[in-house]
């Protein structure tokens, strides 16, 4: 059963964004929830899908991800392999949410984007039921070790163990 909490965290805001107070809020979820579990957190913007929210965060919890578009604009082929998910592997110890909010908010190409929309989604994902995928990243031409594909393909909803939203 994913638990699912829902919070409120009034430090994100983009007017005077400060990614260390963000991070902080998020990550006093994550410690209180999961601690000392290895995980897998996959951070999404919901405002960036087709679905409205709540319809998005039903998905996620029926189906273990939230890839509903077989042919994504942000899948990944790696030789037999495609990736179903892209996340930080970590062990659920404070800092946590900080590369994903700075890989979004700090770093291009994503901070970027107009608007800036909030990663406001956060699933969190037994690390024993993933198996990661090395692949070469296209944009930066490295080894990127942050895609994963769900050991069993016919139930991925159970290694989804935590859901995040921020409201």
């Known amino acids: 059963m994913t638990k699912v909490i829902k919070f409120q965290c009034p430090e994100y805001q983009f007017d005077n964004l400060n990614v260390d107070a963000v991070g902080k809020c998020i990550d006093a979820q994550l410690v209180e929830n999961f601690a000392d579990m290895n995980i897998v957190l996959r951070g999404i913007q919901s405002e960036k899908h ?3 929210k709540e319809e998005l965060v039903k998905y ?11 042919d994504s604009d942000n899948a990944v082929k790696v030789s037999d392999k495609k990736i179903d998910m892209f996340g930080l592997k970590c062990k659920v110890i404070a800092p946590i949410a900080l590369p994903t909010l700075q890989g979004f908010h700090i770093f291009k190409p994503k901070c970027l984007e107009k ?3 909030k990663i406001d989604i956060w699933m969190v994902y037994d690390a024993a039921q993933l198996e990661n995928v090395e692949y070469m990243h296209s944009h930066y031409n490295v080894i990127a070790h942050d895609g994963y594909v769900f050991k069993d393909q016919n139930d991925k909803q159970s290694a989804l163990i935590g859901l995040l939203i921020i409201e």
Request: proline share 12%; net charge negative; aromatic share 12%.
């Open 115 to 117: 608007p800036q929309r």
């Open 50 to 52: 087709d679905l409205p």
């Open 60 to 70: 996620i919890l029926d189906t273990g991800t939230d890839y509903y578009q077989s």
